[in-house]
């Protein structure tokens, strides 16, 4: 019974392994991370749906989180506009951003 739940709700404890502080990230630079070009997998159309989402995500002073991000992904997952390996291929860049540029 116990493996069940832990399976069923996998997903919840997942979430927090991102980093909860907000930092800047422009309209520029969510475009530049979320390019095709940076996930071949990831169309055109799918790829302003994630830009739109992001930038309206981000505070009114243009900072988000990982954690911030992983959510918004998670929803365009779950309501299949995109895919698994396109929510993992992003994250992963936008967590290489962050440990990049905001360290």
């Known amino acids: 019974m116990l493996g069940c739940w832990n399976e069923k709700h996998m997903s919840f404890f997942s979430t927090n392994k991102y980093s909860t502080k ?10 530049r991370l979320v390019s095709v070009s940076q996930v071949k997998s990831l169309s055109q159309s799918e790829e302003r749906v994630v830009e739109g989402l992001l930038e309206t995500r981000r505070g009114a002073d243009g ?3 990982l954690a911030q991000i992983n959510e918004v992904l ?3 997952k779950n309501q299949n506009q995109i895919s698994k390996y ?18």
Do not use: P
Not at 22 to 31: A, N, P, Q, R, T
Not at 86 to 103: Q, T, V, W
């Open 74 to 76: 998670i929803k365009l």
């Open 22 to 31: 907000e930092h800047y990230l422009s309209k520029e630079e969510i475009g």
């Open 63 to 65: 900072k988000i989180s």
């Open 86 to 103: 396109d929510k993992e291929g992003l994250m992963r860049i936008f967590e290489s951003h962050f440990n990049r540029i905001h360290k």
